[in-house]
Every structure is written in structure tokens, then in C-alpha cells.
């Protein structure tokens, strides 16, 4: 059995579909105007993302996208700081990564296990 699918409620859909888009690859299959989207990737998770008024996720809640290679996760993390997002240098931990605080009131981490 495999997870395919998550849902986060988002106080942004836009904002979080653009972000989710442009630095991890999912493409958009379905919105209702600003309160909802689908959105899919190359492996069949559909993730969905429903507009609320508040989000307050646990502060350790996080989604992750698990990269091939440190070199990738290194990537990512430059283009988040020449976009203008706040992100820390990645550091060795469980893996090589680093966290960043997407649009829309969740928390993503980027990884690489090897």
C-alpha cells in the first residue's frame, strides 16, 4: 500500500499551488477559483489544497520532498533564497536538508537520505 493522496488546508491556494508548481514539479490538474486545487505528480500522489480562513498546523507538521542527490537539495534551497524566501543553508541531520515556510501557512522540508 502506498500514500496517494494529502490534503492541506491553506490560507493561500494560488499562492501554495504557484510555490508547489514552480519548485517541486506538481502540475495542477482541477481548481475552483481561489478555494481549491488539484494538483499531481509523476509518481500518482494527488495532493489537494482547500482555502481556509486560519491554518494552524502543529509546529513540527511538515511535508517533504526527498531529493536524488545533495547537489539538488542545494539547488532548490538557492533558487528559494534568490526568489526571496527566508531559508537556512542546508545542514546534515537525518539527511542533508533544510526547511522553508511555503505560502500559505505550511511548513516543507527538502532532503536527500544518501
Excluded at 99 to 106: E, K, L, M, R
Aim: net charge negative; aromatic share 12%; proline share 4%.
Amino acid at each position: 500500500m502506498k500514500l496517494n493522496h494529502l490534503n492541506l488546508t491553506v490560507t493561500d491556494v494560488t499562492a501554495a499551488r504557484g510555490f508547489l508548481e514552480t519548485y517541486f514539479g506538481l502540475q495542477t490538474r482541477h481548481t475552483r477559483g481561489d478555494a481549491f486545487a488539484m494538483l499531481s505528480d509523476d509518481d500518482g500522489i494527488v495532493f489537494t489544497l482547500m482555502k481556509g480562513a486560519s491554518v494552524s498546523y502543529p509546529k513540527t507538521f511538515h511535508i517533504g520532498f526527498i531529493q536524488e542527490s545533495e547537489e539538488r537539495v542545494n539547488e532548490i534551497n538557492r533558487r528559494l533564497k534568490e526568489d526571496g524566501y527566508e531559508v537556512e543553508p542546508p545542514t546534515r541531520s537525518h539527511g542533508w536538508t533544510f526547511y522553508v515556510q511555503a505560502p500559505g501557512g505550511f511548513l516543507v522540508e527538502v532532503l536527500c537520505l544518501s
